[in-house]
């Protein structure tokens, strides 16, 4: 009976150790799966993080191309700058103490009909002036050349026009239908062109200019009436302006 018994008591304790493994097996397997997956998810989650941290570095090396090309650009606006020719730059005028040549001279009338300018040009001693009207049409046309006094006086004349600056313009020139005059000169190689008003209605030129003009203008009304003077002649034929 003793035996029966033991045997009955170890078979009810090996069904009870076996329904506790059963119970407890898959408990700890869930928890192994469990660990498991906080792991994958941590890791992943970390791998997201690093991800995260990619996309930022990535995004600040944009920005420092970005910056980079910005740079390059407002360089390239600045040397475009640079090479822009400047206002002073575009002005015509010419600086004192230059080299000054007379080459020609002129006037004209806005407000006029028939022999309405007159263009005297100087090459050397060399002297041809003509008269024309707007549509021009020739009123005469007369070559000379200066005497020694008059090659004397241009020399004076181009020294003193050498002492100043020289404005392409000067006033209004015609600006009240009093005329206008110009110099055509040659400046340190340059050809320069100045005008000037011939009434004084508005502002005037320089003194130099003026007296630049004093020269010019007795040779030119001579030309047209056919007298020299003691500053230059006049080759035959000649015959004065008829103008109508």
Known sequence: MLTHSFSWINGGVCLMIAALVLSCGPGGGASTAGSETDETGASEASTGTSGETDTSAGGSEGSTETGGSTTDAATSETSATTTEPSSTDSESTTE???????????????ECGGACKGDLTLQGDALAHAV????????????????????AERAAVEQLLGTITIAALY???????????????DIDG??????????????????????????VAPIMA????????????IDEPCTPVVDP
């Open 222 to 233: 001579g030309f047209a009436q056919c007298a020299p003077t003691s500053h230059f002649t």
């Open 190 to 215: 340059a050809m320069v062109r100045t005008d000037y008003p011939l009434d004084g209605a508005c502002e005037e030129a320089p003194p130099e200019i003026l007296q630049a003009n004093a020269f």
């Open 132 to 151: 024309t009207g707007w549509e021009d049409d020739s009123f005469g046309a007369w070559t000379g050349a200066l005497t020694d006094v008059g090659a």
């Open 171 to 185: 006033g209004c020139p015609d600006g009240a239908d009093g005329g206008g005059g110009y110099l055509l000169l």
């Open 96 to 110: 004192a103490g230059s080299v000054v040549t007379l080459l020609g001279a002129g006037y004209y009338y806005g």
